[in-house]
C-alpha cells in the first residue's frame, strides 16, 4: 500500500518561494505516475504538475504554473520522494496542495496524500 506524506508548505509573500516534498513509502513499479494538484477554497482541484516515474523527461504543467513551477523525483530505497519547487508565487497560487500517485493499471490518480496548504500573501 502506498502512503503519501506531503510537507513544506506555509505562508509566503509574493514573488516568495516555496519547495514542497511528497514521500510515496510503499513505492513499486507499479506506480506510473506521480503528481501534484491544488485546491483552492470554492474551486475545483486542479492538476499543477505532474511526472512519469519511468521518464526524467515527461514533466507536464498547468499553463498557470508553466515556468514558475518544477516538479522532480527521486527514488531511494523503496521510497519514491516527489517534489515540488514554486516560483515567483502569485497570490492565486493560495490552495491546498495534494500529492498523488497513479498505478499503471489505472486511469486516475488513486492514491493521495492528505494535503499542505500554501498561502501567498503580504
Known amino acids: 500500500e502506498v502512503q503519501l506524506v506531503e510537507s513544506g508548505g506555509g505562508l509566503v509573500q509574493p514573488g516568495g518561494s516555496l519547495r514542497l516534498s511528497c514521500a510515496a513509502s510503499?513505492?513499486?513499479?507499479?506506480?506510473?505516475?506521480m503528481g501534484w494538484f491544488r485546491q483552492a477554497p470554492g474551486k475545483e482541484r486542479e492538476r499543477v504538475a505532474s511526472i512519469d516515474i519511468g521518464d526524467d523527461n515527461s514533466p507536464t504543467y498547468a499553463d498557470s504554473v508553466k515556468g514558475r513551477f518544477a516538479i522532480s523525483k527521486e527514488i531511494a530505497r523503496n521510497t519514491l520522494n516527489v517534489f515540488l519547487r514554486m516560483d515567483s508565487l502569485k497570490p492565486e497560487d493560495t490552495a491546498t496542495y495534494y500529492c498523488a500517485a497513479r498505478r499503471c493499471s489505472a486511469v486516475t490518480f488513486d492514491y493521495w496524500g492528505q494535503g499542505t496548504q500554501v498561502t501567498v500573501s503580504s
Open positions: 510503499g513505492f513499486t513499479w507499479n506506480q506510473c505516475s
